[in-house]
Structure formats: structure tokens, C-alpha cells
């Protein structure tokens, strides 16, 4: 088992609870900017945290596809049994999720990541490696990580195994972050033809921006009529 070390904050101490009633949403297009995303409204001064427990930690990657139902049930069993390891499972996934936010917010802003975030992604994915098995799907091979008595950390092994992949092989500069002013904070891989993307979900933010600049402009166009006079 690999330490990974105090130093990488786990979250900010003022962060509220984002309530269980919301549904999780996946909007990043590669699973590690969509950990990175498990902070709403992670821009603003009242980001909601989605991953306040290893349950809802197991809860998310069911939701995401990296769990199955019985996966979900052994490991939330095995976390019922080791409640200490299954705290610094969440602790360190939750680390790591701060680190890759800052990397890919560096990247998506013309940035430059920062070299201690670096170190300890690959820390993480040396400890995922380590863990892995080659396992065949179809014409090619995987990384796959079986069932072992540690597969407490399989959040962490995942995401910094995608993390890995998006800065070794993706495009970074399709790497963004939501255009919305108001605090979104997202990130996501623009995967759109001609990379034009510009929000988190144009449903959500990019709708919600666009209503209010055409409710500004029509403010705007009634303060420039004139006011009938009164006499
Ligand atoms: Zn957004």
C-alpha cells in the first residue's frame, strides 16, 4: 500500500454538502474531468460538494459505469468493515481530484500545471498500475483492476488511469472550462467537429447565459425609450 502523503488539501473546509436529491450529471466527456466535476458550482464562492462519504463515493462511480451493482455492494461491504481504510480511500481520491483540477484548470487556461500536482498523479498511477492486470477486449488489450483485498482505492486507481491517458494522448487543447461567469467551474474535452464548445451543457449554463444577456439587452432597449412626459 502506497502513502500518498498530507500535503495535497482535500477540499475546501467551508464546503457545503451538495444534497443527495440532485442528480449526479456527467458532462466532462473523460472520467477524470468528470471527477474533477463532482464539485457544483466549484467556480463560486459556495461550491456543494457531491463526494461527502465513501457511499456516495460508490454511489457516483456506480452512476458513472465504473461500478456494477454487485461491485458497488462488495466494496460498500468492505467499507463497512474497515472504516479507516475506507476514510483514507475517500481522502485520497478526493486529493487527487484537487490536484487534477488545478493541472487541467492550468491547461484549459493556457496554463502551466503545477509540478507537485504532476508528481502526485503519478505517484497515484504508479500505485493503479501496480494493481492492474492486462485483460483482452476484443482485438486489443485493456488495464483492468480485479477484485483484491484493496480495491478500496478503485476511484483513484480509474480516474488517474484517465487522467494519465487525456495528458498523454488527448488533445489538451480541447481541455476547457465552462464559459459561464457564474461559477460553474466545470471542465470538459470538447469533442464537438469544429471545437466550439464553450459550456459545461448548453441546456444548463449555456441557455442560462444566453436568457440573460437577452433579458440585458431588452432592459438596455427599454432605458433607451424615451419617457412619454407628463403635463
Ligand atoms: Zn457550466
Known sequence: MVRYGPCHKRREASMRARPERYPLRFLGGRLCLDFVN???NRASPAPEEFLTSYPALTRWGRQRGLLAEEDEARVLALAEQQPASAARALDEALALREALHRVFLALATAGEPDLNDLEYL???YADALAHARLRRQEDRFEWDWPATDEQLAWAQWLV????AQLLTEGDLGRVRVCANPDGCGWLFYD???NGSRRWCSMEGCGSQVKMRRQYARRRAGAAAVPAPRSS
Open 38 to 40: 463532482s464539485v457544483e
Open 122 to 124: 503519478q505517484r497515484v
Open 191 to 193: 469533442g464537438s467537429k
Open 160 to 163: 488517474a488511469h484517465s487522467a
